[in-house]
């Protein structure tokens, strides 16, 4: 049967066994309402939100008393941004809930109240936790609720002393709660501290929950098991907090359990990995010097992440014997061309990874392997370590000539600026990442004859370019690239353009490594990759890549602004400040809210 099969597979994390089998339980019609939730859940894991939206819909249209899949559906839609609707959801399973008696009543009065607090309707949250404190009594879930709120932006109810004495009465029925709990709590209250720019009762209150989930014993597997989850999530979004803070050698630190705390998507852990050889078989470098041998770098997460972590190539080539890269079929030829050099003195060398799986690299070639994004936490412990040596990338001269040669050609414009105006990753990050493209084509507009701009977008454009080109505005499309097919021939486009003018992307890395002059038009839900300081002006990772930033008082027209000055300025190179004295604590407060946008 598909649904017994699908569940079991399920909860031993294969996914796509598991969804091969829920396919099957619908089309064999085997409905409970186990199908639909645990299937969405799946769905939504795996990134495909409007499918898992269609699925929950489907549910609750056989199933609308179902608390399990309403709740699922209402978080489902608060991820997606769509509070008002998550709401109307949670709201009737909270009914559901309390007229029945569930279990689950204190959980969705806790979902609900965070719901109505998202929306700002911050005396409706009042009122529903004062409805449960009265129904369930102050139990640890509805205190914390309760300190949540008082510690709201928005909240009037509470001055600081009041919050705090909140804040103190959960922790006293906190210490006295099982580890688990203990945990979780001073996970929240070390992004509390951070909130109140207290940096360092944060980072005690990390380092003590790592201690009781290390150290307790748990009843079960079922609690051990929450016991790393609860550890790895919380250990990563603390990193992503503390690297924007920047708070370097902690974070990096911390960074390390990205490579197993689950992601949202088909990508299923935050720093995904593809291990050519067991740690039996090589072990890991943990920091030790590596004067005399011989280091293998893994390529990790996304194509831009990789580029940016072997901005640390020079100091590795430096330190190292020899330092062995395997790549994707993308990326390889891009550096075998950037590390010619070299790889013919002997220090370099670059395999794919189908090279590797058929038998060129063996382990004893080598002393140690690394994650390429884990040798941070060994070079990466101050603002001055970054960016040791520009530019790190080199694109092929003659293509780069016959680009130039064409645009010039059919232009006549001296002045060539790529553009991209749409980020990457999971789609609900997409839109927080990217810019309208009409918003963005005021760049465009009534500029001097000598100015041409280059499509550099991923994806197909052509629909975006077309509409451009019908109002006039000097924009060239290159039909033949493809970054996805050929990277090495997109970024030849790259070094074509004289400056380049993106939101954070791949095009930021491809620019930013070539050293070309660039202007970052960063969301105000920019990720870890970015210091919050708003006096901060250019990226620590490329020197050439200066920052313009969308704010919450005037969205993106600061911004736009000052890439105007800087078109007509003729696009020179990004010279303000990589890191200022602005508080760190300051700095990490603007994190926390990043954190359940990004992760």
Known sequence: MGLPRAIKAHCEGNLSLAEVHYKRALEQQQYKPELFQNYGALLRANGELAQAKAIYRQGLDRYPASISILRNYANLLRQTGEITEALMFGLQALRIAWRSGDGALELVYCECIDLLSKQESLQWSYALLRQAIEELGVTTKLLWALFRLSSHEGSSAFDADQARLIFELVQERVDQAKPLERAEFLFSKAFYCVKRENVVEAIDAIELAQKILTTSTFQDQEERDKAQKLMDVNSWNASCVLLKAPRFEAAWKLFEYGLRAPAVGRQRWQRHLKKVFAHKELPLWRGEPLQGRRLLLLEEQAIGDTMMFLTFLPTLVEQAAHVGLVLSARLSPIYKRSCQYWIDAGQVAVWTHDEAAAGSLRPDDFDCQSPVGSVCQYLGNRIEDFAPATPVLKADAARVTAFKGAILTSNQRPLRIGISWRGGGRSDRIKLKSMDAQMF???????????????????????????????????????????LKDMEEWLNLVASCDAVISVANTTIHGAGGLNIPTMCLLSQHSDWRWLNDPKVERSYWYPSVGIARETVQDGWSSALEQVSRWIDEGCPMPDGPVHTEMSEAQSLCASVAAVGAGQ
Do not use: C, T
């Open 441 to 483: 084509a005021g760049l465009m507009r009534d500029r001097p004859d000598q100015v041409i701009f280059v499509d550099l977008q991923y994806g197909d454009v052509r629909s975006v370019i077309a509409n451009w080109k019908s109002q006039g505005l000097p924009v060239v499309h290159e039909p033949s690239v493809n970054p």
